[in-house]
């Protein structure tokens, strides 16, 4: 069964230093998303991709938070400088089409701690 | 207030039993409804949706919306230990929307 591959699962940091995450969607899946998922708290999402195109990055801290997904494919998330209240879960999830929101698939997720 | 709202539990029952767990939400513009499962240190596993009111079973599971009431409910028969996870539901106004998912409730079930 295909699933959504990412990397690292665990990444402790200090805080002002950059970290980057992975993620491989399922083949073919043309919308790509990134959450960030507090401990207790429901995932929020951070930033959509239609192909290589992003659709939706308003809850997207962009003066530490890049994002990108240069070949329609595979998609990195940038935190530069990590800040204490980054620590998280940062969920990769994918869907055959934008219109297809209701039916998203998950990575396993990075765990991020930032000291 | 935040649009979806769900009680955080943890919620503890015997093998067995009928569990019910609910959400409500505030956003009368939302039309899909979604039940997640995730298991401790691992992604969400979407369980089902529905579209607009109603129920919908699949297997030992059955998602009912009420908007009137903008209630949404998950039922699950026949609890076993493996059901033992954080149940996220979730709701967009369109298919083209994104998700607001509620906090999540935890769920133990207990041999």
């Known amino acids: 069964e295909a699933e959504v591959a990412q990397s690292p699962r665990y990444k402790i940091t200090e805080k002002s230093q950059a970290v980057a995450f992975w993620c491989d969607p399922i083949s073919g899946h043309a919308t790509l998303y990134w959450y960030r998922q507090i401990l207790g708290q429901g995932p929020e999402l951070l930033v959509q991709f239609q192909d290589e195109s992003v659709v939706d990055d308003s809850q997207l801290p962009k003066d530490r938070f890049s994002a990108e997904r240069l070949k329609g494919v595979d998609s990195t998330l940038k935190i530069q400088p990590a800040e204490l209240g980054d620590s998280a879960m940062y969920l990769c999830a994918s869907s055959p089409s934008s219109a297809a929101q209701v039916t998203q698939y998950f990575g396993p997720g990075t765990r991020l701690l930032v000291l | 207030q935040k649009e979806v709202e769900q009680d955080p539990g943890p919620l503890s029952v015997p093998e067995g039993a009928i569990v019910s767990l609910n959400c409500t939400y505030s956003?009368?513009?939302?039309?899909?409804f979604m039940w997640y499962r995730q298991y401790s240190r691992k992604g969400p596993e979407l369980l089902m949706y529905t579209y607009s009111s109603g129920n919908k079973e699949d297997g030992r599971f059955t998602a009912q919306v009420d908007k009137s009431s903008k209630y949404i409910s998950l039922f699950i028969r026949d609890s076993q230990p493996s059901d033992s996870a954080t149940y996220l539901c979730?709701?967009?106004?369109?298919?083209?929307?994104?998700?607001?998912f509620g906090a999540g409730t935890r769920l133990a079930v207990h041999p």
């Open positions: 956003n009368s513009a939302f039309q899909y």
């Open positions: 979730a709701a967009a106004s369109g298919g083209y929307n994104k998700l607001i």
